[in-house]
Structures are given as C-alpha cells and as structure tokens.
C-alpha cells in the first residue's frame, strides 16, 4: 500500500465488508466493485448503477469497503472474479496496483471492464468514466472570485499530494485565478487528509496566521466539515467564503444555511448508470470496445443557493438511499 493510502486507511479506520446482492435474476452477470461504500457520493453511484441494471434486465452485484483501501479492495475483487461474472465495473483504489488484473479480465478473459471515480496509471480498461477534476477545480475557481468579490487571500484545504484526481481539483482552482484573477493571493495548500479534525486545525492556523483571509476552497467533504466548524467557531461564517467540492445532503443543508457560498456537484449517478449500461452493450455486440473513449467526463454544475431549486442543479445532488 502506497503511503497516501495508508493515509486514506488509518483516516478511515478498520470495518468490514459491505455488498448487496443481485439486482436482476436474469440476464448477464455485472460486478461492481465500488472505491467504498457507506457515503453519499457512492451511494449515488449504486443508484445509477441498479437503475441501469434494471431498465437494461441484468444482474448487478454491488459490493465495496467502507474505507478507500487497496488493502480492503483487493480481496473484494478477486471475490468478484471468482463468480467468473460477464462483465465488470471498477473504482480502483489505487492507480497502479490494479492494472494487471484487468488487463488479464481484458485481454485473456474477455471480461469488460470500465474503471470510474478513480483512473488506472495504463489504459488497459475499457473507458475510465470520471470528473474531469482540473475543469472542475475551475469552477471552483471562477466561484471563489465572484464569491470574494475578485481580490483578496484565500486558502485551499485538500486531501493529499498523492492522490490525482484531488490534487487536480486543487491544481486546476489555483491554475484559473493566477492566470485571470491577479489581485487574489493563494497560500500554500493545506493536507490534513481526510481526518475533519485535522482540517479544523489547519483552518484555525490560517485564520489566526491570515486575519486578512477572504476564501477557503476545500476539495472533499470531510475537508469542508472541518472547515466549516473552524470558521464558525472563529465567529467569522459567512464572512470567510466557503467553496466546497462534492454535495452530500448534509452539504447541502448547509448552503442554503449560509455557511458555504457554492458547491462543485459531480455526476456520480451518470458514472454509475453509464458504466453499467457501456458494459452490457458490450456484451450484447453493440458497441465494439475496440471504438469506445478511453476516458469520458460527465457534466458537473455549481450548486449555489440561488439555482439550487433548478431540476438541472437538483437532479444531480448527492442522497443517503435509493428511492
């Protein structure tokens, strides 16, 4: 396990095993093994994923840790591989540590297999179905700005240098305002992992250290509770603007409260749907996986209290169930 790995584990703590059985009784065989379980924003995934399995007629086996440990999903997927499904869904935990077995499901098993969330460091999957998380730190971006009125010090709270997709939202939020946003300051990043403590911490710092702080632009969920609580308990909420990635229903609650200004809202149903519904197409001699998109970005949206009520921004908010 790679050191932001054990990171991630230690963070999470030790659980078990979590999976749900077969959505379909009939037609092909599915595996989804998920990056974890037990949070909104996969659990949005599984909903779009039991959807298509549905509407399509096969049978989905949903599965995950609740921690997002290579450690805890290796065993995961070799349960997986041992029902000789006919096709596969993956969120791999880690970008390295997993190619070779999906290129062996790939090429000597004839299994498809497309990766979502997460992205493997060789293209030996199918698709790679994930945000586009350098556009999306954009966004981010361009909602700092109109937050904080375009001037001022702002500080980003992300995960860990060595986990891409989260350092790319980071990277692409500062990308923009350097380049169209001059007279805005970004200190150096803060990585408090996914411990909210920590965050609170960090943020605490930074606000004593920065009294001059107009902005904090947090990349995951646990990073923006953390935050919050910080700037709260510094009396300052709704004076040091919030933007936060992903839109859990508790995130939600609290932008209309006042405490965050914006949301960056993924598609994660979109990846679960569309992941399932590549893979049986697949198998049906629809499309041929020789001529399919090695990567394909879902559409995000910036979640403010002024669109929140619009059916193209609330479609895509994050639940606890299934309905």
């Avoid at 059985?21 to 995934?45: D, L």
């Avoid at 995961?76 to 970008?95: K, T």
């Avoid at 060595?162 to 790319?168: A, E, K, L, Y």
């Avoid at 200190?187 to 408090?192: Q, S, V």
Wanted: aromatic share 4%.
């Amino acid at each position: 396990m790679t050191s932001p790995l054990k990171h991630l584990a230690l963070a999470f703590g030790l659980s078990t095993v979590l999976a749900s059985g077969p959505a379909s009784a009939a037609g092909e065989k599915i595996e989804f093994v998920a990056g974890m379980v037990g949070i909104p924003f996969y659990t949005t995934m599984e909903c779009g994923a039991r959807d298509a399995a549905r509407d399509l007629g096969v049978a989905l086996n949903w599965q995950g840790a609740p921690q997002w440990d290579i450690n805890l999903q290796m065993p995961i997927l070799q349960a997986a591989i041992e029902r000789s499904p006919n096709g596969m869904v993956l969120a791999p935990n880690d970008p390295d540590a997993l190619i070779t077995i999906v290129d062996d499901l790939v090429k000597n098993r004839k299994v498809p297999v497309v990766t979502v969330d997460g992205s493997l460091n060789q293209p030996v999957d199918v698709q790679n179905i994930r945000t586009d998380n350098l556009t999306a730190g954009g966004l981010a971006a361009e909602a700092m700005a109109k937050a904080i009125g375009g001037e001022g010090t702002v500080l980003v709270v992300a995960l860990n240098p060595g986990v891409v997709g989260n350092q790319q939202r980071a990277d692409g939020f500062v990308k923009v305002l350097k380049e169209k946003y001059p007279k805005i300051t970004v200190l150096p990043i803060e990585y408090p992992g996914t411990d909210q403590n920590k965050a609170a911490e960090v943020v605490s710092a930074a606000l004593q250290a920065h009294p001059d702080l107009k902005g904090i632009y947090t990349t995951h969920s646990n990073a923006a509770v953390g935050t919050s609580s910080a700037v709260i308990g510094a009396g300052l909420g709704g004076k040091v603007k919030i933007i936060a990635y992903d839109a859990d229903p508790q995130q939600v609650r609290d932008l209309k409260a006042g405490i965050y200004d914006a949301l960056v809202v993924q598609s994660p149903y979109i990846e679960g749907y569309d992941s399932v519904k590549l893979v049986t197409r697949i198998l049906r001699g629809e499309v041929d996986p020789t001529k399919v998109e090695k990567v394909s970005y879902p559409p995000m949206v910036v979640a403010t209290r002024d669109n929140l009520d619009k059916p193209e921004v609330r479609k895509n908010l994050y639940v606890d169930a299934c309905r």
